[in-house]
């Protein structure tokens, strides 16, 4: 089949050399998803291709519903064949989707299968990879991050989650390191429910478990006046004094489908990105977080392309010494890491900033197969730059591209977080 060949994506010979010889082979690290740790602590076997694929993939239903299908097919009552062939049946109407790339990757790297889904062969693939997954160990939760070489993942918690079994995963003979991260979210007008002595508490608790990230969730930045900024920056202190890296997702507007998020519940496929201003807001914040001395590693990952750029530089004003690329311009995310997100995350970072700064890829994924999206990643990263070379837009100099690629997809994101004293 030539679709999602070896080289896809690989449009020159540079591209190929730079991901088969170096990007291909490197390990993951995986510093922002949503992957239940219990799951990874029990070792869990899936019952069949519907809870491995389809249970909790809102990027899934969101294209089942665009395309029609009822929503008992989707997260209702229906059987798992059921929702499984309802899938199969849209995939002919989305060529070029990413949920398309994906799912078609992930029959290829983790069940081996090379056929195009669709209604037709729905169950002769459902059948094969359902055999699959009743006998083969490497299937397992523990087996999949193995067979993915995922060096380290980052779980989102909230902040008074109990990390006992995080700390049972990394005492057990798992090859993959599980740390937490600690998630304190804002709304407008948020911010007085935090009791800030507990939160500090649960801050150094976190920390005592491997924890070097906190993720802030937010539809923008808070006004420095506000109580939510107080925390905030509260949170930036802390995380300067213990040497973490502080994660800003701007942008989301949530549940904008009301009814059915009564019925769905959140996280089912009803956020959007917001069409707020975000650029200024977050200026006046870095400012803020800043005149107080707090200001350190940060990633802001943006979910509305139309001020990418103006994020992006925004900030480089605020690097200095204290680290390679302090202050990161975030992976393409969510509704932006398609094809088309993806290579622009990449222009405006090289137009911008300093590419050779990137942290890499993420998943944001519950989902124990997205490991795929790092090679999407890195295919297309690999194809940005060694496209480039062989124009003579960049250097086309082998040891320093490999060197680069290297740097971007593994050593950057190994080295950033001060997991090394963990």
Request: aromatic share 10%.
């Given at each position: 089949?030539?679709?999602?060949?070896?080289?896809?994506?690989?449009?020159?010979?540079?591209?190929?050399?730079?991901?088969h010889?170096?990007?291909?082979?490197?390990?993951?690290?995986?510093?922002?998803?949503?992957?239940?740790?219990?799951?990874?602590?029990?070792?869990?076997?899936?019952?069949?291709l519907?809870?491995?694929?389809?249970?909790?993939?809102?990027?899934?239903?969101?294209?089942?519903?665009?395309?029609?299908?009822?929503?008992?097919?989707?997260?209702?009552?229906?059987?798992?064949?059921?929702?499984?062939?309802a899938?199969?049946?849209?995939?002919?109407?989305?060529?070029?989707?990413?949920?398309?790339?994906?799912?078609?990757?992930?029959?290829?790297?983790?069940?081996?299968?090379?056929?195009?889904?669709?209604?037709?062969?729905?169950?002769?693939?459902?059948?094969?990879?359902?055999?699959?997954?009743?006998?083969?160990?490497?299937?397992?939760?523990?087996?999949?991050?193995?067979?993915?070489?995922?060096?380290?993942i980052?779980?989102?918690?909230?902040?008074?989650?109990?990390?006992?079994?995080?700390?049972?995963?990394?005492e057990?003979?798992?090859?993959?390191?599980?740390?937490?991260?600690?998630?304190?979210?804002f709304?407008?007008?948020?911010?007085?429910?935090?009791?800030?002595?507990?939160?500090?508490?649960?801050?150094?608790?976190?920390?005592?478990?491997?924890?070097r990230?906190?993720?802030?969730?937010?539809?923008?930045?808070?006004?420095?006046?506000?109580?939510a900024?107080?925390?905030?920056?509260?949170?930036?202190?802390?995380?300067?004094?213990?040497?973490?890296?502080?994660?800003?997702?701007?942008?989301?507007?949530?549940?904008?489908?009301?009814?059915?998020?009564?019925?769905?519940?959140?996280?089912?496929?009803?956020?959007?990105?917001?069409?707020?201003?975000?650029?200024?807001?977050?200026?006046?914040?870095?400012?803020?977080?800043?005149?107080?001395?707090?200001?350190?590693?940060?990633?802001?990952?943006?979910?509305?392309?139309?001020?990418?750029?103006?994020?992006?530089?925004?900030?480089?004003?605020?690097?200095?010494?204290?680290?390679?690329?302090?202050?990161?311009?975030?992976?393409?995310?969510?509704?932006?890491?398609?094809?088309?997100?993806?290579?622009?995350?990449?222009?405006?970072?090289?137009?911008?900033?300093?590419?050779?700064?990137?942290?890499?890829?993420?998943t944001?994924?519950?989902?124990?197969?997205?490991?795929?999206?790092?090679?999407?990643?890195?295919?297309?990263?690999?194809?940005?730059?060694?496209?480039?070379?062989?124009?003579?837009?960049?250097?086309?100099?082998?040891?320093?591209?490999?060197?680069?690629?290297?740097?971007?997809?593994?050593?950057?994101?190994?080295?950033?977080?001060?997991?090394?004293?963990?």
């Amino acid at each position: 089949m030539n679709y999602l060949h070896d080289d896809v994506f690989l449009t020159s010979e540079t591209a190929r050399e730079l991901y088969h010889e170096t990007a291909k082979g490197l390990p993951i690290i995986d510093f922002h998803t949503h992957l239940p740790q219990g799951e990874i602590m029990g070792d869990h076997r899936f019952e069949n291709l519907w809870e491995l694929w389809l249970k909790y993939d809102h990027y899934k239903w969101r294209l089942m519903r665009g395309c029609g299908v009822d929503e008992r097919l989707i997260s209702g009552d229906g059987s798992p064949w059921e929702k499984f062939e309802a899938f199969a049946s849209v995939m002919p109407l989305a060529f070029g989707n990413p949920v398309h790339h994906w799912a078609h990757l992930e029959l290829k790297r983790v069940f081996g299968i090379d056929e195009i889904l669709n209604q037709e062969n729905a169950e002769s693939i459902w059948e094969n990879a359902n055999e699959q997954i009743s006998e083969k160990s490497e299937l397992s939760v523990k087996g999949l991050l193995k067979s993915f070489n995922v060096e380290l993942i980052c779980t989102t918690d909230m902040a008074d989650s109990d990390l006992s079994t995080h700390a049972e995963i990394n005492e057990s003979a798992i090859s993959t390191k599980v740390f937490p991260t600690f998630r304190v979210d804002f709304t407008e007008g948020s911010g007085a429910e935090y009791d800030l002595e507990e939160l500090k508490k649960q801050h150094d608790y976190f920390h005592e478990n491997g924890c070097r990230l906190s993720d802030h969730g937010m539809p923008y930045m808070p006004n420095p006046s506000s109580v939510a900024f107080g925390v905030l920056n509260h949170i930036a202190k802390w995380n300067k004094e213990k040497g973490w890296t502080m994660q800003l997702h701007l942008g989301p507007q949530r549940g904008v489908n009301e009814a059915m998020t009564a019925v769905t519940g959140r996280d089912s496929g009803f956020d959007t990105m917001g069409s707020w201003p975000q650029t200024a807001a977050l200026i006046d914040g870095l400012n803020a977080i800043q005149n107080d001395g707090n200001l350190s590693r940060t990633i802001v990952y943006n979910l509305n392309p139309n001020e990418s750029e103006s994020i992006c530089c925004a900030l480089q004003n605020f690097q200095n010494s204290e680290e390679r690329g302090l202050l990161q311009y975030g992976p393409a995310w969510w509704h932006l890491d398609h094809v088309r997100g993806i290579r622009e995350q990449m222009d405006i970072l090289t137009s911008l900033g300093a590419i050779g700064t990137s942290l890499g890829m993420l998943t944001d994924s519950r989902s124990f197969t997205s490991y795929v999206r790092h090679e999407y990643y890195r295919r297309l990263l690999c194809q940005y730059i060694g496209d480039a070379a062989e124009a003579g837009e960049m250097p086309n100099e082998p040891k320093a591209l490999h060197q680069l690629i290297a740097d971007i997809c593994y050593y950057n994101p190994k080295n950033f977080f001060n997991w090394a004293e963990v």
